[in-house]
């Protein structure tokens, strides 16, 4: 697909349905363009045939008139010429003219123009067997035919003279004209309308009636296009936000499991591996809860042992390690519940949130500002405000002062805070993220810590679509950059 699109030069659209469609219309269009490519190179071949045809029997035919008419005394030719308009009986609209006829006709163009070189090469060729020569043959509409030397165009004779060739004066199908020199200053022409007057047309790839038709089948194409890609990715979307829903939420309704055999089959190895994480997890909380409520009987009982203990220094260290072990054990029970998804997703207004954050450390003189657009997203109101807490009140334990900002970055929230205070190592930015990952002068600052914070922060983040960064500022102090997607229009809110 990769190759694909590098070969396209227009950019492809970013949903299914469009590229479905899209992809159809070309191959249809492809596929007409080939079609009618093909079709055009028959239907000119059948064509070129078929004129050769109707040239041999014009042109046999105008070679009887011309050797009738030039075997007639002079005299009697115009006569006769005058007796046929009346009677009928010629397929020619016959006329005696001094000179040739320059305008006669136009010369025509492709298939015309060929019919006409071949019916002039005919006759010509048979003709000059009987002595004549100097003939002229020229393919066009009626309303351009000029028929005498003075200048009259076929509209202008008289009703009968054309009526009794079996034309009419508004003629617009083509008519070959044959020009013979009978006599030196004896011009015969000859006019008569073509066997097929689709002839020339047949090989028109571009026929209105034919685009027409393409048209209408291409239309009814597209709307079944339509309907069946919007089945196809109706269902596709609802598995999408099913998949969103449950990255926040980890409990969302099954999918139905409809549509064609493919989607049915995602569909049920969704709702599967919904249920099968759902029991994961649920065993997990389970089993961590009884083994954390285990716990506390021996460390209460290792507690009142210790106290037991003479020297005063043994007792001392046994409570210091009893109580790290409490707080570890108080930590990760804080975790599991930080971790417990059961509270219901909706509209969070960010910058109402980080105001309510940080007004109770304003109020007590802490060096606290915000800067902030409003902007809200969709997430677990609880889950979000643990996270953003936690982040503001080490930037308050470890800085000097904190400088909040949120922004919108695209299609996704930055929430930026920073302090001023001494930062971290290169090395240790991506590290304290980990569990229980304390520095040095984490322990000075906060004794109580156990190191938890901005992992179950960036997991509540990360839960949400979102991400954590640390970075140290170029000016000094530690920067937390928070992003969170799912924005919500505060007006549509």
Known sequence: MKWLRSGLPF?????????????????????????????????????????????????AAGVQAV????????????????????????????????????????GGEGLARLLATQVEQAMASELAAHGLSGVRVTVGPAAALVVTDSGLHLGELPKNWIESAGLTADERRPLLTVQAELDPGNWLLLATALPNPALFEKANPYAPDRLLLVLAGLVALLAVVVV????????LSQL????????????VAPIPETGPQEVRGLARAFNDMQALIGRAVSDREQLFRGVSHDLQTPIMRLKFRAEMVEDAEIRQGLRDDLQELSDLLKGALTTMRGAELNEATSAIALDELLASLIAPGVAAGVALTLSAQPTAVWGKPLAIKRALGNLIDNA??????????????GESAEIVIRDHGPGLPPEALQRMF??????????????????????????????????????????????????LKGLVDRAAD
């Open 240 to 251: 999408g936000q099913s998949a969103s829903a449950f990255a926040r939420d980890m409990v």
């Open 434 to 483: 980990e569990p229980y990952q304390r520095l040095d002068h984490g322990r000075q600052h906060n004794a109580q810590g156990n190191g938890l914070g901005l992992w179950m922060a960036r997991n509540t983040v990360r839960r949400h679509g979102g991400d954590i960064v640390l970075r140290n500022h170029p000016e000094g102090g530690l920067e937390a950059v928070v992003t």
């Open 228 to 235: 069946v890609a919007r089945e196809i990715t109706r269902s």
């Open 67 to 106: 050797r009738f008419f030039k075997a007639l005394p002079v005299q009697f030719r115009p006569m006769l010429i005058d007796q046929l308009r009346t009677t009928g009986g010629s397929r020619f609209v016959l006329q005696l003219n001094r000179a040739r006829v320059e305008e006669a006709a136009q």
């Open 396 to 409: 308050v334990r470890y800085g000097i002062r904190v400088d909040i900002r949120l922004q919108r970055a």
């Open 11 to 59: 950019r492809l659209p970013d949903s299914l349905r469009s590229r479905i469609i899209l992809f159809v219309v070309i191959g249809v269009l492809f596929s007409q363009v080939l079609v009618l490519m093909i079709w055009t190179v028959q239907a000119r071949s059948q064509a070129r045939a078929e004129v050769a045809q109707t040239a041999s029997e014009l042109a």
